[in-house]
Each structure stands twice: as structure tokens, then as C-alpha cells.
């Protein structure tokens, strides 16, 4: 009943809609068309990812001793910049998927073997888009399996275990004003709202239970062409790539079961942090109210 509670709450009216304070921040920062300011920001960040030699140029940085990696700065700033553009292109068009270590280290390496290269430019990259566009280049830490499901395998490859997403250090307030776009509302809602529930079961649930709850909200995985959600069996496969969930299939007596488990970015402070003061929240009203009705 309270996983009801909470879903109704999240998804229902206006009224109920998730204060600033409680709000996690599932979006990307990335730009949006609901006004001219929204739609200049791809083209202003577009701009920018093409210009960044130039600005780095005239930067006031320190020199690098980059004699170990017999390259000049003109060249590490090149590969700085690919770097940058690349990060921002592929979160922009993968809808905020992570992006693997691997993918920018093979970008780095195609003309360049030096061993170390490929950290040195991704760290100044990780700086330079939070000094530059205001991103927080972060690093997931996937989460390890439990001891009691050492019989399972992840349905994600373990070439994936470094991955990176893009996170807005705008100032909440801000990124709601110029950036965020209400037509995403309802996808963050869905999502706060698996969360939620994922996060009532022990972090763990089995996929017949979520969509058991999923369906007495009237989200059913046999729906193609929800209104809002669309496909809503994509929609929670798109957690999965998102890394707020992680899929895993357990083999027991009766076959084999999936799991879905909350995964690193859920796992991470400020979305953990959320869910839990929402829960809260809503459990103190339910609370309050039953006391009320005694």
C-alpha cells in the first residue's frame, strides 16, 4: 500500500509533484526547446565544443610536462577538446547512457600509443568541462554483487565497469528556470517512482513484483503506446542503460528469475538521499493522517 501511496503521489496532480527540496535531479542538464533561451543552449554548447582549442588558448594554464609523452600542448589540447565533444555529442543523442572509459580510450589511442596519455587528457577534459560548461564529469562506481547471488551473471559486460555520465552544477533553482524542460516531467516521475519501489523491497526486487505494483498503476509492460511513456517495458529498459537499475538473471530450482537492482547512480548520495526523504515524507502523512483518523 505505501508503494501505492508514493506512486500515486508522485504521478497524480500537481499538488503532489516533488518540491525542489525532495526533487532528485534524474535529467541530464541537456538542452531543451520549450523557449529561445532553452534552444540556444545546443547551439551556444555546439559553438563551444568546436571553439574549445581556441578558448583553452586563452586560458591562463599551467604548463605540462608533457615530454614524457613526446606530444606538444597544441596536440594534448586537441585531444582534450575530441574528448570534451565527444562526451557531450554522445550524451546528447544516447539520452544520458553512461560512456565507457574504453570508448574514450580507444578515441585517444588511434594515433597515439603512450601508455599514460589517455588519463592525463581525460582528467583535464573531466576540468575543463566543469570550468568551462559547468559539468560534473562523473565517474560510476559499479556496485559488486551480493554474497548470497554469486550464482548470477550481470547482464552488462564487465568491459563496462568505468563508465562516465554528465551532471549539471548549475544551481537547482537555475537549472529549473533555464534548462530544465517540463516535458520530461513524466519520465522523471516513472523513475522516481521504480526507485521508490525497488528501494522499499531491500534495494532488490524481482521483475514479476515491480510490475505487479507497475500494473495497479496501470503501467503495463504489454503497453506500446502509453500517452505519456510510450513503451513502457523500453522505458524501464532504458534504467537499465541509464545505470539506475541493474538486470540480473538468478538460476534456481524452478529456472531462472530476473532481478532488478538499484544500481550506481541510484546508489550515488544525491538521488539515494532523495528517494529516502521522500519515502519519509510520505510516510510521516500516512502516519499523521491514520493518528488524525484515531
Request: net charge positive; hydrophobic share 35%; glycine share 4%.
Amino acid at each position: 500500500r505505501l508503494r501505492i501511496q508514493i506512486s500515486k503521489k508522485i504521478i497524480v496532480g500537481k499538488e503532489n509533484r516533488l518540491s525542489p527540496a525532495t526533487r532528485p535531479n534524474l535529467s541530464y542538464a541537456l538542452p531543451s526547446k520549450r523557449n529561445p533561451l532553452k534552444e540556444n543552449l545546443s547551439h551556444y554548447s555546439t559553438i563551444l565544443a568546436h571553439r574549445i582549442p581556441q578558448i583553452f588558448s586563452i586560458m591562463s594554464q599551467p604548463v605540462d610536462d608533457l615530454s614524457q609523452f613526446d606530444i606538444s600542448k597544441e596536440e594534448k589540447d586537441k585531444l582534450v577538446a575530441e574528448v570534451i565533444r565527444y562526451v557531450l555529442f554522445k550524451t546528447h543523442h544516447n539520452s544520458g547512457c553512461p560512456i565507457k572509459r574504453e570508448e574514450l580510450t580507444q578515441l585517444l589511442t588511434k594515433n597515439y600509443r603512450q601508455r599514460n596519455l589517455p588519463t592525463l587528457v581525460i582528467n583535464e577534459a573531466i576540468q575543463k568541462l566543469s570550468t568551462i560548461f559547468g559539468y560534473e564529469m562523473r565517474e560510476l562506481q559499479r556496485s559488486r554483487p551480493s554474497s548470497t547471488n554469486q550464482g548470477r551473471f550481470s547482464q552488462q559486460s564487465v568491459a563496462e565497469a568505468k563508465s562516465y555520465v554528465i551532471l549539471s552544477k548549475l544551481p537547482s533553482d537555475v537549472y529549473k528556470k533555464y534548462v530544465e524542460d517540463d516535458r520530461t516531467a513524466p519520465l522523471t516521475g516513472f523513475t522516481f517512482v521504480v526507485l521508490s519501489i525497488v528501494h522499499i523491497s531491500g534495494g532488490k526486487t524481482t521483475e514479476e513484483d515491480l510490475w505487479r505494483h507497475l500494473r495497479r498503476m496501470g503501467l503495463d509492460e504489454k503497453n506500446e503506446s502509453h500517452p505519456v511513456l510510450g513503451n513502457i517495458k523500453q522505458a524501464l529498459e532504458t534504467l537499465v542503460q541509464q545505470r539506475y537499475l541493474q538486470k540480473d538473471k538468478v538460476s534456481g530450482p524452478e529456472g531462472h528469475t530476473l532481478f532488478y537492482e538499484l544500481a550506481e547512480r541510484a546508489l550515488d548520495a544525491p538521488v539515494s538521499d532523495s528517494i529516502k526523504a521522500y519515502i519519509a515524507q510520505i510516510v510521516n502523512k500516512e502516519v499523521g493522517t491514520a493518528d488524525a483518523d484515531d
